[in-house]
């Protein structure tokens, strides 16, 4: 096991690299080496051309044997990406891995100062100075290993939580699912069908509810919302509170994923909406199709980017452009099935099948249409034939750019250009215009090709506005301590590498809630975040990195000033009133420590003491 | 100014941002003066204005800290809190007689590799337009960054900046938001007593001195220090003498002294 040495003599060695000539082409390194050698404390300096090589690690394993050293100083590269292997070889020769610095001579000197060898040759002196008064004021710690609570708490009952809470069971963790509806399915309810199937969009997700609803790992909680969240990763209190009912539940949970989903955007006024009747929105337009209730109409336009890119917010909503063309298509191929006066006539049009075709089918048909000049298709051709030419529904969709993307997409969007579907560009500097000319419902738009300025009759307009945060995100956010960002989204840890995972451990996050997604992206995003949500209920354990505050119970006064300032709620009160941190919720971002009025706070491996003797070793020639 | 002066720059950067970004500087091999020696911290928040107060009086031409950009904090809110207490650490440095202008906070995320070679240049070319710090040739200023020190570590100082972030963002327990200018005002009136206050303490330690005296050193009106001199003395913190009989003197009771 690793010895305790804090109390014994200090013996620092330096360990100086050269990295071929990547610092000793720049850097004196051998002389840096033999000025480490007279700094007070250090029994043992080299230089080695590779320290992080086999032969490297080796030499400083024997040193540590060798001449009984209980501080190591490695000065080579940034210690963000190799501190864990130094840290390893220390610990591997027997010696804490928290009694081991690491000095950038590379990244901060050697390469950042090719031209003036003696200067930056005087600085990798100072800053391998610094780190040997660092080091000699270090002391062994021990990482923290917490017990986890084996279950998991879900928010929100959407086709992302359902997924993730059935997937969680599966794997035998115990589910709450909360849902602040009366009913699962979440935002999915109102469509009408799901891009690209032409399957009822109820129907494709009910298998899915009743597996949430009959597994026996999980207990779903209708009408009812997280009121109270306490704890951090693996140990999580959570209360959950019926919206018509005073009485919480308690529970213990380990993990947590938010799963909230997000509303559609509406505004009055936007291009006529609430003002004029038949200006509806996607959503709303869905609803119709769904319960049979659109009027007939023979002109539909569809609005695209109403309220997003820049208008009222700044992101694009992604899914529109799809559901749009996915609609636009339903009009021509299927409306007399959505009509409303369909069942009250009885009269019912065989169900035109929409399919993606198959990439080189699409390629023959371009071959086909091309040697033809610009006629229309023999499919094509043959509904209208059988529609009757006079009831074709003409539907146009304005938009800046189509942003079909995906691969069946892109085909489909193909699909819809051969339906005679009309796309009209607009710039956002001159947008169509929704106008009311006597009774007649009227768009008036730039038209950019014949850059003439356009008005067309219209029975329907339809706003793909964008899908925008819940309202209630933000108690959430302030409920778990995740942020939410500029848009109102929820915020993952990191935009490229963590998509799924918050800052905050044990909290992950879903669909919709964290930006617009289709719902193939939701159902890969929750079984993304239940699998990192099952990572520390399987391991049945966490591992804290021993960076973390620790009060001074002594000095403490209990005045809660580090209670209010920590992101992570991990300092609570204990039952003398004074300043006690939960080890596993702690962070070691030292914002209580610099907060801490009584001085009573310092920070574990970056202490006052620590960070002052390696500043003020920068200045002058360490005592 | 010396041609040759190179100043001596101390830098605290974050690990998650300002650090990474000083890495990818590296990586990318953008070039910058030798004068920073910079140490790593988990976040910007961990910085009390104590410690650069300290890091300058004991001769550092200049101190820069590094955080991640607004919103981007690895640690959610961190660099809000450092955005405070920098504030109070310029208003320190500039009671005590240094220019502000010596520290600097600047935002730099792991991405902008090329800014933090020009932040850092910018930096060095401002402080050898300063010159050297006044501290190595001037022990009173040396004096009065130690009083602005310790008046930043006092309690009052330490409770207001840490909870005016909060203050100015959150309702308080009766739902109210603090108007910003009174908060404001009030940590600058505490800022201006406390660090009165502390250089009295400071100045009283090695030697008795009259409220006159005090009054020239510090450049407060003789009222303003027998306003100080009456509340140090309630909380017992400073002693009365009268060395001719006439007039008093005050030194500072050291706590736990000798």
Known sequence: MENDKSNEELRVGVFVCHCGTNIGGFVDVPSVAEYAKTLPGVVFAMDNLYTCAEDGLAAIKNAIKEHKLNRVVVA????????????????????????????????????????????????????????????K???????????????????????????????????????????????????????NNLYVTTKDATETIMPLIEKVKSHPNIKVYLN?????????????????????????????????????????????????????KNVVTLTEFEIMCKNKTLPKVKNVAFIQCAGSRGQDVSYCSRICCNVAIKNAINIVDNYDNLLGIAEQTGKAVEEVPVEPKAPTEVLERRRRR???????????????????????????????????????????FNKAREKRVRFVRYKPDRRPEVIMDGDKLMIKYFHETLAVEREMPVDLVILSTPLIAQPDAEDISRLLKVPCGQDGFFLEAHVKLRPVDFATDGVFVCGTARGPADITESIEQAEAAASRAATPLAAGYVQAEAIMAHVDQEICSGCGT??????????????????????????????????????AISMTNYTDEQLMAEALAALKEAI | MAEDFEPKIVGFLCNWCSYAGADLCGVSRYQYPTNIRVVRVMCS?????????????????????????????????????????????????????????????????????ERFSKVVSDFVSQIKKLGPSPVRNKPEVAKKLEGAENASKSFRMKALVSKEYNLLTK???????????????????????????????????????????LSKIIDVPTDRVLEHIVALRQKNLIAMEHPDGFTPTYHAIIIGGE
């Open chain 1, 76 to 135: 080579s590269c940034t210690p963000r990406t190799h501190a864990p292997l130094f840290q390893a070889t220390v610990e591997e020769a027997g010696l804490n891995k928290y009694l081991f610095t690491f000095v950038n001579i590379r990244e901060h000197c050697s390469w950042v100062h090719m031209k003036e060898k003696e200067k930056a040759t005087e600085k990798a002196r100072d800053l391998v100075r610094m780190g040997v008064a660092r080091v």
């Open chain 1, 137 to 191: 004021l270090l002391s062994p710690q021990e990482e923290p290993r917490i017990p986890v609570e084996k279950s998991a708490l879900v928010i929100g009952g959407g086709v992302a939580g359902m997924t993730a809470a059935h997937s969680l069971a599966k794997m035998g963790f115990p589910v709450h699912l909360v849902e602040k509806e009366k009913e699962l399915g979440g935002f999915v309810r109102n469509l």
């Open chain 1, 224 to 276: 009812s919302k997280v009121s109270n969240v306490h704890g951090f990763i693996g140990n999580f209190d959570v209360k959950i509170k019926p919206n018509d009912k005073d009485e919480e539940v308690e529970h213990k949970v380990g993990s947590i994923i938010v799963a909230t989903g997000a509303i559609e955007y509406t505004k009055e006024a936007l291009y006529g909406y609430n003002v004029y």
């Open chain 1, 370 to 412: 091309s040697s033809r000049g610009r006629g229309r298709e023999d499919e094509e051709v043959a509904e209208e034939v059988k529609r009757g030419p006079g009831e074709r529904i003409e539907v146009t969709i304005f938009n800046r750019d189509i942003m079909s993307y995906g691969i069946a997409h892109e085909l489909y």
């Open chain 1, 562 to 599: 580090c209670i209010d300032v920590c992101p992570y709620g991990a300092i609570t009160k204990n039952e003398e009133g004074l300043a006690e941190v939960v080890a596993a919720a702690c962070k070691g971002c030292g914002c209580c420590g610099a907060s801490c009025p009584e001085n």
């Open chain 2, 45 to 113: 928040t961990r910085i009390s204005p104590h410690m650069v107060l300290r890091i300058l009086r004991e001769g550092a031409d200049g101190v820069i800290l590094g955080g991640c950009h607004i919103g981007d904090c690895h640690y959610i809110s961190g660099n809000y809190y450092t955005e405070r207490r920098f504030e109070m650490m310029e208003k320190m440095i500039e009671l005590a007689g240094l220019e502000p202008e010596r520290i600097r906070l600047e935002w730099v995320s792991a991405s902008e590799g």
């Open chain 2, 171 to 213: 309702e308080n327990v009766y739902e109210e938001m603090l108007d910003p200018e009174r908060l404001r005002n009030l940590i600058e009136q505490a800022a201006n007593d406390e660090y009165e206050r502390s250089l009295i303490l400071t100045l009283t330690q090695d030697k008795s001195l009259s409220v006159k005296d």
